[in-house]
């Protein structure tokens, strides 16, 4: 490749791009254009007073040999191997994920019976539109209703009805995270639960500061490597001749001029006509005085409607030294809608701290500080047409869709490296990414 490239956004996907591009040494100019101050998109760290906070769990997990070695060519020896443990909070209580037979515990005799009896029931062959279908097809009408069509509601703001089969992809199977733990039907659940194998899956994580630390190394190696990085400037647009992209407008005026763009921010920003929508993350980071032992898990998912978040993470189960000594942290996680925003976030935030009192997860005496901040386009929403509406957009034949808002992806940060890295050998990467 001759000519300048241009690569709209720096987090995960633009920096992989641009860090492989450059190693290549086969194009003339590089620059990544980024809107916030710092590069790492959904993979930065807030981190204040000795406490750094990720955007909820991030952490890394691959099954693909190529992203492993490209993560261990970045980190090289600047990582540590963590277990998993994961919860979710169920009538009344935290459950291990997977799930085992103690964890069935208070579960209300209703719903446990009646999964039974949907356990036993001979499938129907019906179509599976939605997402609330999959589900169903899945695991029956009784876990549907006590879990997942509260806890889709509240996360995505959205009827599960109205949602495509495909947010189960992201949302459900991966949230299994390891492929030997079979949980893909009632009745796979079930036997998991008698016969538990042991699964030991470990996670990557930075050995120093939080998730962001993969992207600061990578982004000295695009600099040291020639690129520019434009940081706290806003890409608004592409401009386009015969079919030809020509240049990115940037915010305050002016035309960055490129002879390809790799375009990593939302979609929607250069196909608003597309009518595909992200919904937003409230997360609040918490520093708390002292050690919380309750929260023994590294995230916990809660399904309840009427708690506004729906996950919290606990950054000191990642590393011991993501908190000061002796204090403890807590991050939690609130999406929300357009619509919420406009509405205003006062009652979020003045429900959060009791809320998260009542399921044990802090005392409001230990509250030293939460931050909030607002992370925009964390989810790109599947509604039943997306896929054609994404199947319809003309590219420019300069234009690459990348990563997780280009692609419009709901993917994780393997992903987005896996993609960067096929797109910086000018390889393809089929749009139907469901297989992977
Ligand atoms: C709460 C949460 C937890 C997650 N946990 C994990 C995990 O544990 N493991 C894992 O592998 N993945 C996880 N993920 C997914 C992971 O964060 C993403 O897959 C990955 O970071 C996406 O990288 P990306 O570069 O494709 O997109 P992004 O990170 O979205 O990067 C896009 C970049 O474009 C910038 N941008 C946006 N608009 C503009 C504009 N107009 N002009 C210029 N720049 C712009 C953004 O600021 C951003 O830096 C999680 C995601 C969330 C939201």
Same mark, same amino acid.
């Given at each position: ?8 956004? #720096? ?39 000795? &406490? ?27 990582? =540590?191997?963590?277990?998993? !443990? ?13 799930? %085992? ?21 001979? !499938?129907?062959? *019906? ?18 209703? &006590? ?6 509601? !509240?996360? #995505? ?24 733990? !079979?949980?893909?039907?009632? &009745? ?5 639960? /008698? ?17 962001? %630390?993969?992207?600061?190394?990578? *982004? ?34 002016? +035309? ?11 979609? %929607? ?48 189960? &990642? ?25 205003? =976030?006062?009652? =979020? ?6 809320? /998260? ?7 409001? %005496?230990? +509250?030293?500080? +939460? ?49 960067? /890295? ?15």
């Amino acid at each position: 490749m001759t000519g300048r490239t241009v690569i709209v956004g #720096a987090g995960v996907a633009g920096l992989t791009l641009a860090e492989r591009l450059l190693a290549a040494g086969n194009d003339d100019e590089t620059v990544l254009v980024e809107r916030e101050e710092s590069p790492g998109g959904l993979a930065r760290t807030f981190s204040t007073g000795g &406490f750094h906070f990720d955007i909820g769990p991030h952490r890394f997990h691959t099954a693909d040999p190529v992203v492993d070695t490209y993560l261990k060519h970045i980190l090289g020896t600047r990582y =540590i191997t963590i277990p998993r !443990k994961s919860s979710v909070f169920m009538a009344g209580r935290y459950r291990n994920w997977p799930l %085992s037979l103690a964890s069935l515990v208070g579960l209300p005799a209703g719903v446990l019976m009646g999964s039974l009896a949907d356990m036993l029931k001979k !499938k129907s062959r *019906s179509e599976v539109d939605s997402f609330a279908d999959f589900i169903r097809s899945r695991y029956g009408d009784n876990l549907y209703r &006590f879990f997942f069509r509260g806890y889709t509601r !509240k996360f #995505a703001g959205m009827d599960p009805e109205l949602m495509h089969p495909d947010w189960a992809e992201a949302g459900v199977n991966r949230a299994v995270i390891d492929k030997r733990v !079979k949980a893909d039907t009632l &009745f796979s659940l079930f036997i998991g639960m /008698l016969a538990p194998k042991p699964v030991h899956t470990s996670f990557y994580y930075p050995s120093e500061g939080g998730i962001q %630390s993969f992207c600061d190394i990578q *982004s000295s190696m695009v600099q040291r490597a020639g690129g520019a990085l434009m940081t706290g400037i806003p890409a608004e647009g592409i401009v386009q001749d015969g079919g030809t992209v020509r240049g990115v407008t940037m915010g305050g005026g002016g +035309v960055l001029e490129a002879d390809r763009v790799f375009w990593s921010a939302p979609v %929607s920003t250069i196909f608003p006509e597309a009518g595909f929508s992200f919904i937003h993350t409230l997360v609040a980071n918490i520093g708390l005085k002292s050690e919380n032992p309750a929260n023994d898990y590294q995230w916990c998912y809660f399904g309840q409607e009427d708690l506004c978040f729906s996950r919290t993470t606990v950054p000191r189960h &990642f590393r011991h030294d993501t908190v000061p000594k002796g204090a403890d942290s807590i991050c939690a996680e609130i999406t929300v809608t357009d619509e919420d925003l406009k509405n205003g =976030i006062e009652g =979020i935030q003045t429900a959060l701290i009791p809320q /998260l009192e009542s399921v044990g997860a802090l005392r409001q %005496s230990q +509250v030293e500080f +939460v931050d909030w901040k607002l992370v925009r386009e964390t989810y790109p929403i599947y509604d039943r047409n997306y896929r054609e509406r994404l199947s319809s957009i003309e590219l420019p034949k300069n234009l690459t869709l990348l990563g997780r808002c280009g692609s419009f992806w709901y993917n994780n940060m393997d992903h987005s490296i896996s993609q960067a /890295l096929a797109f910086s050998k000018g390889e393809r990467f089929e749009r139907d990414f469901w297989s992977r």
